[in-house]
């Protein structure tokens, strides 16, 4: 009961990691279709931007969190501008493409940069625990991920619905013709929406290597982004509050159902990838997913 | 009408199309500030296009000129902020938004504060708008999408409305007052109107002049109530 327990609450921070990364790839998704697969790569490059900021710069960790949340932000929207948006956006098979590439380059870059040795990464969150009950128990690490992603889904919820930005991305996200014709530019539009994506996801790296277990090195999103885009794709792809339901469901099947089947952890991604199978075949617009409207 | 002398849409030698399809083989025709003005046609005569190029949505030639200011080779996002407002066909609204989201996106260029005063109106002149605010636009019917798509160009306080195709898949009925109430915004806010339409009778019928498309050329032209008895094109192109 008290593995149990934990298992549960070892679920829930390893799907709040999910659930911020699939918010970022939905981000994008919801505005062009696309899955940005160098979306786990960028943001463990802004891991590397806090870990600087914070270890060698001495900036204070959530000051240092959010200047690197910007910066990457800013790097996206460079990348957006010079690698994306030269495409026709409605053709996908280049853009998968660029974004694989991406995957590749921005993984190399930071292995020259800061080699693959794992590196310590500031703590985040209160060490301790909030209540320990036997063998049991919840420790700040996982209450702090999951009041990240309230606070994340909170703040991405009112930027998308209660700005004007917001309402130009959700226009560009519903149909781009008409958003023309409203006056709406689409280019900086998308744009926004990589740049929000890339901070989303580098809080979502360095709430994931915050933890006292983990450590940051090139490869720590590599199998993460298909967790998360399994999260995504079981929220809905196209819905907020799917991602994070996705992502702490995709946590919750890693920690608890692989080791209770006995599955071996090395198919535990396999796992995820089971579940994605599983959505498509049976619930193509996931959980929470807008089936399409019919557009006359 | 409340026509004045002033031209609000001029268009000499307009040429595109889609790709190396050209589609319009240099049109020459304008529009006359407050006035509504048809442009007839059959399937592939290019009316379509004529709009889409006046609103920046497809590569042109030619020179196009609103309310004297020359358009040049600008795109739709800049030709909206010349005034130039386009219902496209096909509803052209943005069925995942709410029905306030569809309003209110229509002022998107506008940076006044009587946009919440604008979209009371028309929560006024159709309360199921008013009704159905919250919901998604893709759940309205057919003639209310059409309506609130009018309703969103509207919103952005165009000097020229374009309207492509309105009657599309619409009940008979419904198209009928639909284009009462085109008379009608008219009439009350003085907006110019250039309308593609397949109902002839009923375009014509609200029209000061009409134009026939015939593959990409102007093949005739006219006030309304002339074209509306020629028997040439009542054949060809009325189906009357």
Known sequence: ?296 | MNATDNVMLDVKGLRGGYGAIQVLHGLDFHVMEGEIVVILGANGAGKTTTLRAISGMIERTGAITVAGEAVGSAKAPDIVRKGVAHVPQGRGTLPELSVEDNLRVGAFIRKDDEVDSDMDQWFEAYPVLRERKNQRAGSLSGGEQQMLAVARALMSRPRLLLLDEPSLGLAPIIVSDLFERFAEINKETGTTMLVVEQNAQLALGIAARGYVLESGEIFTEGPADELIDDDAIRKAYLGI
Not at chain 1, 4 to 10: A, C, E, G, S
Not at chain 1, 219 to 245: H, K, N, P, R, Y
């Open chain 1, 1 to 296: 009961m008290e593995l149990l327990i934990n298992r549960v609450f070892d679920g829930l921070s390893n799907g709040a990691t999910y659930a911020l990364l699939a918010m970022a790839l939905v981000m994008i998704f919801k505005a062009t279709t696309l899955i940005n697969f160098a979306q786990g790569e960028f943001a463990m490059f802004g891991g590397f931007i806090v870990m600087v900021l914070v270890l060698e710069q001495g900036l204070p960790v959530w000051i240092g969190v959010i200047v690197g949340m910007i910066l990457s932000a800013v790097l996206a929207a460079v990348i957006e501008r010079t690698l994306i948006r030269p495409f026709d956006p409605a053709d996908h098979l280049p853009l998968v493409i660029i974004t694989l590439g991406l995957f590749l380059a921005i993984n190399a870059i930071a292995g020259i940069v800061w080699r693959f040795d794992p590196r310590a990464f500031p703590e985040m969150f209160p060490s301790g625990n909030v209540f320990t009950y036997g063998n049991a128990s919840l420790s700040w690490y996982t209450v702090g991920t999951m009041v990240t992603i309230a606070v994340v889904a909170g703040g991405l919820t009112l930027l998308l619905n209660k700005t004007k930005i917001g309402l130009a991305f959700r226009a560009v996200s519903s149909n781009l013709e008409s958003s023309e014709l409203v006056g709406i530019r689409v280019g900086p539009t998308l744009q926004f929406g990589w740049a929000i994506a890339a901070a989303v996801g580098t809080l979502g790296v360095a709430v994931f290597v915050a933890s006292p277990v983990r450590q940051l090195e090139p490869q720590v999103m590599v199998t993460g982004l298909i967790f998360a885009v399994s999260a995504a794709a079981l929220g809905g792809l196209d819905s907020l509050g799917g991602a994070i339901a996705g992502g702490l469901a995709i946590g919750l099947v890693q920690s608890i159902v692989v080791p209770y089947l006995g599955v071996p952890s090395e198919l535990s991604l396999f796992a995820a990838v089971a579940v994605l199978m599983l959505v498509l075949l049976f619930k193509p617009a996931g959980l929470f997913g807008t089936a399409a409207v019919e557009r006359v």
